[in-house]
């Protein structure tokens, strides 16, 4: 039994004390010390939920791609060798037991269409490389003084216009202030007899108003427009005098489109007038009234002056117009100057550049087609028989030939996305399921054009032949082959450090580099990684090269665990979203060209 200190033992007694006369008290205050201690050891207890990260670095390397296929070792060693081309068979240089090299010919085919498109192919390709050519080259000195004189020349006929444009308005103002005048005595004198006590335009309008009415509106209409032209002339006027011959483009711009515009209501003022003093010799006539004796004379002056106004809104207006096509000359000159002087446009040089690609891969084809039309045996063996005869017309996949192969071979299998990578020449491993210790290399002896439909799915044959026999390996046996399908060298990182997004890859990089994170666990940051875009180009089963986006020493994410108690594989690789469907396990034909952006 614990004997407790006498000051302890008394404060415990009491604490026992009050406990027991207020129980309640007591229990609630029990319970709150027993959640808060739990609570406490929680917290302490608990597991760390800071998110780790893994890392790789990206570094130059090589990533070979490959494709996995399976298949049998072929029973049969009589392989039919199949046209490529089409046409007149011309030639059958063996007979049945012929042995043949790989790459001898087995029968030739009428090549002229093909040459024909390959001449004709070259030819493009000669007259698109130059036309780039021109297009790249500096511009002959002509060509620029060419352009430089037509330049000089724009620019001499738009002063020329300008000085055109200032003599007309100089003419117009030794003609329109008498215009002016003469349409102000018409309108405002009193000369109208027996109403000289009015003004011209109200004499005539009160001598007819009670005839028709309507006489108000002519007569209102042909001052309104006096007082406008007025106010347009007066100002023209005061500007053509302070402008002188020798101002700017502008100024003499300006001015010539402000004494078109006075010109022009001018010649409306003196239409109105003449309306208005039409209408009133109209009624007078029509009512067999006498006419007053000013009204004619007063009706040919306003004639004769609209006539004079006109010439000179005429030319104005011609003015106006050749200033803005000089303007557009100089422009259009200058442009021209400009572009002789910087070259070609360099959308122009890529579309020309694009234009030769596509010339030079129409050659080749055209190339490839008319050595398609020499038959050549894939592989070494011997003539079991001939199928075709000379000069019949065959198909492209006709069976020229049943050759017996010297060699051993794998007939695989493979659909139509494999296929499209599957080239003729192509290197191989082959293993086997009987033959644990042996691996034999092969190559990619033909791949058949024409593809077999089952049930929707479309695949092609092809066949693998060894490079060196091998005894042990019987007719029938299962076989892996493994076929090089491309290799390329650059920026590379693990596969798993891709992920995809709104159809775009991208991946995450830590900058600066993270600290002891490139092994499991990895570690902790406080910043997050940067999402980073990234094209990509070929993919090989961990690897995957990074065309742009990266540079050697760029840190990625390869793995993410959301605490210590979270840092089992499985959950980390269902939260890493890799394009290349998460963690290193790759599909078949896993050698496939991925593009990002």
């Known amino acids: 039994m614990i004997t407790l200190p006498a000051p302890v033992r008394v404060v415990w007694q009491k604490i026992q004390g009050y406990a027991l006369a207020h129980k309640a008290i007591a229990t609630i205050i029990a319970l709150v010390l027993l959640y808060g201690g739990w609570s406490l050891y929680g917290r302490l207890t608990a597991p760390s939920t ?142 109208v007899p027996g109403r000289t006590s009015e003004q011209n335009e109200n004499a005539y309008s009160d001598m007819v108003e009670s005839l028709d009415p309507s006489v108000v509106q002519y007569r209102t209409a042909a001052e309104s427009a006096y007082q406008k032209a007025y106010a347009a002339y007066t100002k023209a006027l005061a500007d053509f005098k302070a402008t002188p011959r020798n101002a700017s ?35 007078l006539t029509s009512h067999t009234l006498a006419l007053p004796t000013t009204l004619a004379p007063h009706i040919a002056t306003l004639t004769a002056n609209t006539t004079t106004t006109n010439t000179s809104v005429a030319a104005l207006s011609s003015d106006v117009a050749n200033v803005t096509s000089g303007e557009r000359a100089v422009a259009a000159a200058k442009a021209s100057l400009d572009a002789t002087i910087a070259g070609a446009d360099p959308l122009d040089v890529q579309s020309s550049q694009l234009s030769l690609q596509m010339k030079q891969d129409a050659l080749e084809i055209a190339q490839q087609a008319l050595a398609d039309t020499i038959v050549r045996a894939p592989f070494s063996g011997t003539v079991a028989k001939v199928n075709v005869q000379k000069y019949a017309t065959i198909g492209s996949g006709t069976s020229v030939a049943t050759l017996v192969s010297d060699n051993q071979s794998v007939d695989i299998s493979v659909n139509e996305v494999d296929a499209a990578k599957l080239k003729v020449g192509e290197k191989a491993t082959i293993t086997f399921d009987a033959l644990a210790n042996i691996s034999i290399a092969g190559t990619v002896a033909t791949v058949n054009t024409i593809g077999t439909a089952s049930s929707g799915v479309v695949s092609y044959a092809a066949m693998i032949t060894f490079d060196t026999p091998n005894q042990d390996v019987k007719p029938g046996m299962s076989a892996t082959v493994s076929i090089i399908t491309g290799t390329a060298t650059g920026i590379t990182i693990p596969s798993a450090a891709v992920k995809g997004a709104t159809g775009q890859s991208y991946v995450q990089v830590f900058n600066p580099p993270l600290a002891n994170s490139a092994t499991s666990p990895g570690a902790t940051s406080t910043t997050p990684p940067v999402r980073t875009p990234v094209i990509l180009g070929l993919s090989g089963d961990t690897e995957v090269i990074v065309e742009r986006g990266l540079v050697a020493g760029d840190q990625v994410v390869t793995q993410t665990t959301a605490g210590a108690t979270a840092a089992t594989a499985a959950s980390s690789a269902a939260r890493n979203t890799s394009v290349f469907g998460g963690g290193s396990t790759r599909p078949s034909g896993g050698g496939a060209v991925l593009r990002g952006l």
Do not use: C, W
């Not at 029973?75 to 049945?96: F, M, Q, R, T, W």
């Not at 000669?126 to 500096?138: C, G, M, N, T, V």
């Not at 489109?257 to 109209?282: G, P």
């Open 249 to 283: 483009d502008t100024a003499i711009e300006s001015l010539l489109t402000e004494s078109y515009a006075a010109a022009a209501d001018l010649s409306d003022a003196l239409k109105a007038s003449t309306n208005f003093l039409n209408f009133v010799n109209t009624t």
């Open 50 to 191: 800071a998110t780790r990260y893994v890392t790789a670095t990206a570094a130059t390397g090589t990533v070979v791609a490959t494709m996995s296929e399976t298949g049998q070792v072929s029973a049969s060693s009589n392989i039919d060798i199949l046209a490529k081309s089409s046409g007149e068979v011309l030639s059958l240089p063996v007979v049945p037991g012929t042995h043949v090299d790989a790459g001898s010919a087995l029968a030739s085919i009428d090549p002229t269409t093909a040459l024909q498109n390959v001449t004709s192919a070259r030819q493009a390709l000669q007259s698109a490389q130059i036309a780039l050519a021109k297009l790249q080259e500096p511009a002959a000195t002509s060509t620029r003084t060419g352009a430089e004189n037509a330049s000089a020349a724009a620019a001499a006929a738009l002063v020329q216009t300008h000085q055109t444009g200032y003599n007309d308005i100089s003419t117009a103002f030794l003609t329109l202030p008498n215009v002016i005048t003469s349409l102000d005595t018409v309108l405002h004198g009193t000369t």
